[in-house]
């Protein structure tokens, strides 16, 4: 799954911050080009193949299937940096955001025939714009039980499932920022002020819905 060049590796060398919001969105970009809008069949054919794989790791469990989170690090351009590597037996938050993210983007691009990742559009908002269009009452539902709910795993089953209805409404997010929102919601750290972060993104996210749903509603034709 990994394509060994590296054109910006020695730029993405000198940088040491964190990387994680933009190696996301920036093998996001690279992907869903290469899938969509790519005019070589072999560049086209790669993306299909690694974007199948992805959809494969979204149902693995990491302690499970290692292989899994070293080939997403791999795919990575540029890669997260030394600080947001793991240094232990589990996946560091950023490892593990990077992997939700990209696997979700799998998710999101499978018979696309438009781009999933869209800078500066939150997922929330896209979430609330779906609902804004949908005839079906359960999205609102779906998007609160995810707001709420109890664990990792709980949450990462209904974030599944909205993205597979934004897919299907050609509603696409900015996936480095939807990384970088999955950090802070699965950090393990116990401290107020990680709890305190955790409830801004969920805040955050509630918000874009409401906006998102009312700036829909807005540019609906009237009768």
């Not at 897919?167 to 116990?190: H, I, M, P, T, W």
Request: aromatic share 6%.
């Amino acid at each position: 799954m990994h394509d060994t060049s590296h054109p910006q590796a020695e730029t993405a060398a000198e940088y040491t911050g964190p990387r994680l919001r933009t190696s996301v969105a920036r093998t996001a970009e690279a992907l869903q080009n290469d899938y969509l809008h790519s005019p070589q069949h072999n560049k086209q054919a790669r993306a299909r193949a690694v974007l199948a794989q992805l959809r494969k790791y979204s149902a693995v469990r990491l302690e499970q299937h290692p292989v899994a989170l070293e080939e997403v690090l791999l795919l990575l351009e540029p890669a997260l940096s030394e600080q947001e590597m793991g240094k232990g037996a589990a996946p560091s938050a950023s490892e593990l955001a990077a992997f939700q993210a990209m696997t979700m983007l799998g998710i999101h691009l499978q018979s696309a025939s438009t781009e999933a990742h869209i800078k500066g559009q939150s997922f929330a908002r896209a979430c609330g714009r779906f609902y804004a269009h949908s005839q079906s009452q359960s999205t609102k539902p779906r998007f609160d039980a995810m707001l709420v709910s109890p664990d990792e795993a709980s949450r990462l089953i209904h974030i599944r499932s909205l993205v597979t209805l934004l897919r299907g409404e050609n509603l696409g997010f900015d996936y480095g920022a939807f990384a970088q929102d999955l950090r802070v919601l699965g950090s393990k750290n116990a401290t107020q002020k990680a709890h305190t972060q955790r409830q801004g993104v969920l805040l955050k996210w509630a918000r874009d819905f409401a906006l998102g749903s009312y700036a829909s509603s807005q540019t609906e034709p009237t009768s």
